[in-house]
C-alpha cells in the first residue's frame, strides 16, 4: 500500500517568531511523518535559526497576493471547478463571504485552489497551524479534494477570530476539522466549549527540546548591590506590553545599576525607542533586533533575570504560553512575567517565577525586589528549571500529535 502524505499549511515559512513551529515540524518529521510545506507567504526574516535548516520536508509557496501570478491562479480555479467537492466548497466559501466580504477572504479561497490543484496525488490529509487564515485555506482545500484536515491554534487566531467561523471550524457538519490540538488548557476549554464535541479539541503543550539546548550555566549569585542585567525576547506589539515595561525601567531606583536588553523586531519598534529616549534611558537599554536563537540563548546565559510583560491587547489578542518562558528556564535565568492567559500553567507565582500585575508601578517593585534578593532569583530559576524537564518536555505532546495525524491519514475502515 501506497504511504499517504500530510500538506501542512503555515503562515510564512521560515519565521523566527515561530520556533514552536519549527521545533514541531522538525520533529514529526524525525518521528517518520512524511509531509510537504505549504506557506502563504514568503520570508521576509533575513535570518533562520539552525532548527530551520534541519527541515527535509519541501517547503511550497502559494501566490501570497492572487494578482502575483494571475494565470497560475485561473488554472486553478478551472480545475477546481472540475474537483468532486466544488460544489461543497464554493457553498462553504460564500456562506463565509457573506459575512466577511474581504480581500483577505477571497485570496483565502484562490490560495486553496492552487494548493487543492498542486498537491500531489498521494496527498491524504492537510494539517494547518494557526485557525485563522492558514485554516480556512485548509478547510477550502480539503472540501475541494475530499479529505480530511486538522489545525494547531496558538493565541491569536483563538482570540480575534469571530465566533461564528471558529463554531464551524469546529464543526463537523460545516466541514470541520478531524480533530484541532492548541498548546494552552486555557485555549482548549475555549475552543472545546465552541466545538460541537468537546473531543474535537486536544491540549497538546508545545513543550521544549531540551536536545537543541546547553546545559545551564554555573551561575554565580552577584552581590545585591551589583551590576542588574535583564532581558526581554519578543517582537514590538501591543500584547507583548513592553511600554509598560519601558515605563517600569523609569521608575527604577537610581541607586540600582541596572542594564536591559530586548530582542525581536515588530511595528512598534520606533514607538518604544522613542518612548525610552522621553524617559531619558536609552543608555541603558540594547536593541538587538531580531536574532537567531542560538544568539538568544548567549543573551539569557549572561542575564540575571528574564521579563515578559504580557496582557490582553485592545483587539483581544494575547500570548498563549511563549516558549521563550521555557527557553529562559532551560538556562535557570529567573522569570518575571505577567498572569496572563496561560503563563500561570508554567509559572507558579512565587514558585517557579514572579507574575505581577503589568502596572510600571508593579512592574518596577518586583524587579528592585528581585535584584535585591540574589538568592530568591536563583531558587525561582531552579524551580523553574525542575517544572520545565518534569512536566514541559516536548516528547510525549509530539508523540500525541502524530498518532493523531496518522490516524487522520489513515484508510476509512470497511
Same mark, same amino acid.
Given at each position: 500500500?501506497?504511504?499517504?502524505? $500530510? ?47 534541519? +527541515? ?14 494571475? !494565470? ?7 480545475? !477546481? ?8 466548497? !464554493?457553498?462553504? @466559501? ?48 480539503? /472540501? ?25 471550524? =469546529? ?14 488548557? @486555557?485555549?482548549?476549554?475555549? $475552543? ?10 486536544? =491540549?497538546?503543550?508545545?513543550? +521544549? ?35 509598560? +515595561?519601558?515605563?517600569?525601567?523609569? =521608575?527604577? &531606583? ?30 541603558? /537599554? ?12 548567549? !543573551? ?5 533575570? @528574564? ?17 521563550? +518562558? ?20 508554567? /509559572? ?25 534578593? &540574589?538568592?530568591?532569583?536563583?531558587? =525561582? ?27 487522520? $491519514?489513515?484508510? &476509512?475502515?470497511?
Amino acid at each position: 500500500m501506497t504511504a499517504k502524505r $500530510l500538506a501542512i499549511v503555515v503562515k510564512g515559512w521560515p519565521r523566527l517568531s515561530e520556533t514552536f513551529i519549527a521545533q514541531e515540524l522538525v520533529a514529526l518529521e524525525e518521528a517518520g511523518l512524511d509531509f510537504d510545506i505549504w506557506s502563504l507567504r514568503y520570508p521576509t526574516d533575513k535570518k533562520t535559526h539552525p532548527l530551520h535548516d534541519r +527541515l527535509r520536508a519541501p517547503v511550497r509557496y502559494l501566490p501570497e497576493y492572487l494578482r502575483d501570478d494571475p !494565470a497560475r491562479v485561473a488554472r486553478a480555479m478551472g480545475a !477546481a471547478a472540475g474537483m468532486p467537492g466544488f460544489d461543497a466548497a !464554493a457553498a462553504a @466559501f460564500t456562506a463565509d463571504l457573506a459575512r466577511d466580504d474581504t480581500v483577505n477572504r477571497r485570496r483565502r479561497w484562490g490560495q486553496a485552489c492552487v494548493m487543492a490543484h498542486e498537491m500531489p496525488s498521494d496527498v491524504a490529509g492537510i494539517y494547518a497551524h494557526f485557525l485563522h487564515t492558514p485554516s480556512s485555506v485548509a478547510r477550502y482545500a480539503a /472540501i475541494l479534494r475530499g479529505m480530511p484536515w486538522s489545525f494547531s491554534a496558538h493565541a491569536k487566531d483563538i482570540w480575534t477570530s469571530p465566533e461564528w467561523e471558529l463554531r464551524e471550524k =469546529l464543526s463537523a457538519a460545516h466541514h470541520g476539522a478531524a480533530f484541532g490540538a492548541t498548546c494552552t488548557r @486555557f485555549g482548549a476549554e475555549h $475552543l472545546q466549549g465552541l466545538a460541537d464535541t468537546p473531543e474535537r479539541v486536544d =491540549l497538546v503543550y508545545h513543550g +521544549l527540546d531540551l536536545s537543541r539546548f546547553p546545559d545551564p550555566p554555573t551561575r554565580n549569585l552577584r552581590a545585591p548591590d551589583g551590576p542588574f542585567h535583564m532581558m526581554s525576547v519578543g517582537r514590538l506589539v501591543e500584547k507583548k506590553g513592553f511600554d509598560n +515595561l519601558i515605563d517600569a525601567l523609569a =521608575l527604577l &531606583p537610581a541607586t540600582l545599576d541596572w542594564h536591559w536588553t530586548h530582542i525581536g523586531g515588530g511595528a512598534l519598534d520606533a514607538q518604544m525607542r522613542a518612548r525610552a529616549d522621553a524617559h531619558g534611558i536609552s543608555a541603558r /537599554i540594547t536593541w538587538r533586533g531580531a536574532c537567531d536563537q542560538p544568539e538568544v540563548i548567549d !543573551a539569557m546565559r549572561a542575564a540575571d533575570l @528574564f521579563v515578559l510583560p504580557s496582557r490582553v491587547a485592545s483587539d483581544g489578542d494575547r500570548d498563549g504560553l511563549p516558549n521563550v +518562558l521555557m527557553e529562559a528556564a532551560s538556562q535557570r535565568l529567573a522569570i518575571l512575567s505577567t498572569p496572563v492567559s496561560a503563563i500561570p500553567e508554567f /509559572i507558579d507565582t512565587g514558585t517557579h517565577g514572579v507574575l505581577s500585575d503589568d502596572a510600571p508601578a508593579s512592574l518596577a517593585r518586583e524587579m528592585t525586589a528581585l535584584a535585591a534578593d &540574589p538568592a530568591r532569583a536563583a531558587a =525561582l530559576a531552579d524551580a523553574a528549571y525542575d517544572r520545565l524537564t518534569a512536566d514541559f518536555l516536548m516528547h510525549p505532546g509530539i508523540a500525541h500529535l502524530k498518532a493523531r495525524l496518522d490516524a487522520m $491519514l489513515a484508510p &476509512p475502515a470497511r
